[in-house]
């Protein structure tokens, strides 16, 4: 009893605060990596953190020295695993997009104009791949590009995907001060083995899209004409267009 009042009046107001700060970057990690495949992964490395004690406990001489071999580089291992969230991660310390506004006015207006034009690309059976930048920079994926830089309208986002048009390939960026920065992007192909047989080509470039950026990727269907979004290496299809609008609404206004 009396250590336990030792340990209280020896306790600082620095230990309070370190206790809080750590508590706060352990919960925004979690919620970070929250329905990904990354806390699987994590699950493995403890696993191998407890399997290690148990063999040590054990003596099981050759498995410790496998596993204490393992552990001691788990650092490299953790680095070139989670490389992608890492670097998700540290983009997020910068500034917000002009999707962010103090009045959710200009935002909310953009994100609407934007969802707009998809569901009209789907109801004439267009094809689109509509990229909305957020923190992290997109510049690896401009090479061989059109560069534009355009203040944002519904109707150069239309000419852009039309068929006829020289730009209609590839994906149409959205930078993060609201203007159609570049045309005719060629994106990452995600190859997932488990990929749906009615999704085609512009859905799996922007899944692979949303599994190396923070970036949101909007999709239209020529073969389909449905809607869909990619984000944080998840794909959102067969939804309502209400479904698909709150969650737009959602990422860019709440997170």
Known sequence: MFQSFDFFYNLRW???????????????????????????????????????YVVEFLNLNGITWVLQNVISSIVIVIVVLFQSEIKNALAQMGIKTAFYDSKKEKSTNIL?????????????????????EKEMGLGQFYTGAT??????SPQLLVSLFNPQS???DGAVVINRAGKISYAGCIL????EMDFSKD???????????SKESDAVTLVVSEET????????????????ASTLKTKLEEIF???
Request: net charge neutral; with cysteine; aromatic share 8%.
């Open 112 to 132: 609407e104009n934007i969802f707009s034009v998809c569901e009209h690309f789907s109801k004439m059976g267009i094809g689109a791949l509509i990229v909305l």
């Open 253 to 255: 206004l709440k997170n």
């Open 199 to 209: 999704l085609g080509t512009r859905h799996r470039a922007a899944l692979g899209l």
């Open 225 to 240: 004409k449905e809607i869909s979004i990619a984000w944080n290496g998840e794909l959102m299809y067969r939804q309502s």
């Open 14 to 52: 620095q230990d309070l605060v370190d206790v809080a700060l750590l508590s706060i970057i352990i919960y925004q990690i979690f919620m970070m990596l929250k329905g990904t495949r990354t806390i699987q992964i994590l699950m493995g490395i403890l696993f191998v953190g407890i399997a290690f």
């Open 188 to 191: 990452p192909i995600s190859t």
């Open 166 to 168: 020289p730009l209609h």
């Open 147 to 152: 560069k534009l830089d355009a203040e944002f």
